[in-house]
């Protein structure tokens, strides 16, 4: 889609080079919660039932995920009890390479990819309002099915994998130009979701 690239080109020189450390976690380990990882699993599995082909179980497979990467209690909670459209907010909790391995579980058909990338953009931050905007409003347009689903998916995974780098380390100036261009980026996104009547 043509206003993501315009986006990406702008931005290019002022990207970040490399993720930022995370912060070590603080939170209690899987043992100390109230629920078990066999509980966060049955809970994904159930409120991703509607996005995942029939056949296509994910409860093993995130059982042995949340015990081998030591998923912590708040984690376990989260998804223990996660209602349909929750990934986002419950696998902000967890940390990158975490929260990969459950969107690599639950991806693998239209729904599930649409679904997954969804929640890749719901957990993201940018730090530059307009450019937050531009994400809300992208993940918001994923939901259109006049878009083809290879726009949505492009889009959306484009605009996730851009802004999963960081931007704390930006300069004042590089940050005016990113804004800049995220409204233009925005504003050609809403006439484009317009023009084939959807609604952000």
Not at 147 to 161: W, Y
Request: hydrophobic share 40%; with cysteine.
């Amino acid at each position: 889609m043509r206003f993501v690239v315009v986006l990406f080109v702008a931005c290019s020189g002022a990207k970040p080079t490399a993720k930022a450390a995370q912060p070590a976690t603080t939170e209690q380990p899987v043992a100390n919660g109230t629920h078990s990882c066999a509980d966060a699993a049955l809970g994904l599995e159930n409120a991703t039932r509607g996005v995942r082909a029939p056949e296509q179980a994910v409860f093993d497979t995130l059982r042995a995920r949340c015990l081998e990467d030591v998923w912590t209690a708040r984690a376990v909670d989260c998804f223990a009890t996660m209602a349909e459209g929750e990934l986002g907010k419950c696998s902000r909790i967890m940390t990158d390479a975490q929260r990969e391995t459950v969107f690599a579980a639950l991806a693998g058909n239209e729904g599930g990819n649409i679904y997954v990338t969804r929640a890749r953009l719901e957990q993201l931050q940018v730090g530059v309002p307009e450019c937050d905007r531009f994400v809300t409003a992208v993940t918001t347009v994923l939901s259109c099915e006049k878009l083809s689903l290879e726009d949505r998916l492009q889009l959306g995974n484009e605009t996730a994998e851009f802004w999963s780098l960081p931007t704390n380390r930006l300069s004042r100036e590089d940050k005016l130009r990113i804004s800049e261009v995220c409204g233009q980026s925005l504003q050609s996104l809403e006439q484009h979701a317009l023009d084939v009547g959807c609604m952000l």
